[in-house]
């Protein structure tokens, strides 16, 4: 891989070269893994006019779930704990005679962007915006293998869970058992908070597990995602606890699950955000459901579970081969409950067969 992070930091320096900054200061971890295979923590990355530093407080741990730095980055670790890696880099920066030096302002606070200026008054200071995370977008075959691998860990991790007893157990139990589940099977940890929500609590995104416990008839939406080798995919499921569904849970099903077809169905290079956004809201829009939605129907995924490309009503751009995201439909109706159905898709050209489907538990409407 020193070869990728090699290709990707000289892609990034061609950017910074034709703004006028010779060096570049990466500090946001998951930029600083992308182009250096590794970010230990508080860990900064400066490509100078010279050599690439890694520029660490501390000498870093050897875990393999945070991944090893590329042996051609040169490792500088302060002299004294407790510094600030990042100040250090403008200081190192200075001495190398740059008279510019690209940073990430949107990851900066005030008071470190002030000590970047204080340490190296010389040095101009300009953004480098999101140039790092443009370059994140299009994923490699190696990066898709990896959410690949991530993804059939929480398959694995969800299947599992589906076959144990379910009435009577907390929502948060249930969340921490599949958090441990995922381990077990090989992922680092948890892409994000695992959501299970039951009965009234279903169907929201991003619900935080309670002490409510599962109930005969409940809708049970259960969200969860792997990370694998710093990746993560996401998965997002709903059933119904019981053998009957009633009339109203059947019909918001089928209708979430045209929703989330849709937005599968129109993943394909060239098409824009919001038009995938648009396909899938428009079922559940002309179904009455407008005020129901959640402002995203998806997003990419990577080193971060929330990245670009956003796929929203006022996105804009188009997407491209070889872009993992989400399609994540769903509505909550407040007092009922409600569907959430989440999967992670590699976009792919239709002479590869479409979107390429990552997480492959069944959709089916099951009553456990």
Not at 140 to 145: H, L, P, V
């Amino acid at each position: 891989m020193s070869e990728v992070h090699a290709t990707r930091r000289s892609r990034l320096r061609e950017r910074c070269n034709a703004a006028g900054a010779p060096a570049a200061l990466v500090s946001r971890p998951a930029n600083v893994r992308y182009l250096a295979g590794a970010a230990p923590q508080g860990a900064v990355l400066l490509l100078g006019g010279q050599e690439d530093l890694m520029v660490c407080a501390a000498p870093p741990e050897d875990r393999p779930a945070d991944g090893r730095p590329d042996e051609s980055v040169r490792l500088h670790v302060l002299d004294s704990p407790g510094g600030d890696a990042a100040v250090a880099a403008a200081g190192l920066a200075d001495a190398q005679g740059c008279d510019a030096l690209a940073v990430e302002e949107h990851d900066l606070t005030v008071a470190r962007y002030r000590a970047l200026s204080s340490v190296a008054p010389r040095l101009r200071l300009a953004d480098l915006g999101g140039a790092v995370e443009q370059l994140r977008v299009v994923k490699d075959e190696e990066e898709i293998s990896c959410l690949r691998i991530g993804a059939e860990i929480a398959d694995q991790a969800l299947g599992e869970l589906l076959e144990s007893i379910l009435v009577g157990r907390t929502e948060r139990h249930l969340a921490l058992e599949l958090e441990r589940r995922l381990v077990d099977h090989g992922a680092d940890g948890p892409a994000f908070p695992t959501s299970v929500a039951t009965g009234p609590n279903s169907g929201r995104r991003g619900h935080r597990p309670t002490d409510r416990r599962v109930e005969e008839g409940d809708f049970l939406s259960v969200c969860l995602g792997a990370t694998y080798r710093g990746y993560r995919c996401e998965i997002g499921r709903t059933f119904v606890i019981g053998t009957s569904p009633a009339d109203w849970q059947i019909e918001l099903y089928d209708l979430v699950f045209s929703a989330q077809r849709a937005g599968r169905e129109s993943l394909m290079p060239g098409a824009a955000f919001r038009e995938v956004d648009r396909a899938a809201r428009q079922v559940l829009d002309s179904a009455g459901y407008a005020e129901a939605l959640p402002p995203l129907t998806g997003h990419g995924v990577g080193l971060e579970i929330d990245e670009d490309p956003q796929l929203a009503p006022a996105a804009m751009g188009k997407l491209d081969a070889c872009v993992p995201v989400t399609v994540e439909p769903g509505v909550h109706l407040p007092g009922r409950g409600g569907v959430r159905i989440d999967d992670t898709l590699v976009v792919r050209p239709e002479a590869d067969g479409g979107p390429e489907l990552l997480t492959i538990t069944t959709k089916e409407l099951l009553a456990l």
